[in-house]
DNA sequence: TCAAAAGGTACCAGATTAGTACTGATTGCG
DNA sequence: CGCAATCAGTACTAATCTGGTACCTTTTGA
């Protein structure tokens, strides 16, 4: 299916909820609760967001996280670089260099590279700030809708 | 990570295998046989591109698959798409109701609409016949190279 | 009628992921 | 100074998913 895992899903979720009150720091805890998502999770991500620098972290007491960036700077290649890995549709592109026992299959394998500068490519078109656009703006899309279309 | 399924890997160099013999039928144990993808899961894997229309099959003794199109006109958005089912990012966009039981995330999964439609938008430019190229053409690049660069 | 090949279902083992727990480091405040 | 709040890091566990296998059925040409 394709599908990015669910710690990213909540990144950009977490993101999207920071971007709309930048203003003050928010803490691991607080965002916790905004979002739903079990705080260990929370604080997990937060961690590896700030390490790819798209957050800054106060240590300490009254500490928090915040944005480092306007959400209309900040890709959603970022974020999934950021809590993934480096956006590789493939195992055997990058670094390791003799995993894949099948000559036949590897002598295809730089092939691969043009599928991962297209998506690498269109999902930096993506901003944050597109994320947020409906659903604060204009409004929650109804259940019914929801629930034939996408959900 | 981002990685597709080994599954997919395996079905584009099956299919790039055979997009080089057109004239004849091919049959699961000769694939297997060309691509060293064991012979179940090259069976399995031809069912699924039949059933999406990218090959033909021919039932019975002197049976086998062809391809049903030309390679240039088959993109790897289908073949990801015919093994992985369809692309999309997140599991909550496409038919499941209500599984996220977040309301603040599913506040958003609309958006992650935008991302499905780069990212598929981008994976329907790269033909089968794209995937070839280099490989068949131009000769195998070299691991010293890959091992650098080649994110 | 037989054999070769596709079509389908069910199942198992290994790998990966999501989530938890615990401990250490930093900093503001009383 | 020392406590408490908060981030930082590591290790571990449970559950899910994937890749692979086995077995059986259906079709069809010789």
Redesign the pocket.
Known sequence: ?F????????AVVMMADMARMTDD???????AEATG?????V??L??NL??AGL?Q?????????SLSRAPEDISVAEIIAA??GPIALT?CVDGSPDQCGVETICAMRGNWDKVNRAVRGALEQVTLADMMVSAFEFGIPAPAERAGAAS
Do not use: F, H, I
């Open positions: 299916m599908k990015l895992n669910k710690m990213t899903d909540y720091m928010r803490t691991a805890p607080q965002l998502v079990p705080l260990p999770t604080s997990k937060l961690k700030a390490n957050m972290s106060q240590r300490g007491a009254s500490g928090g996280y809590v993934e195992a």
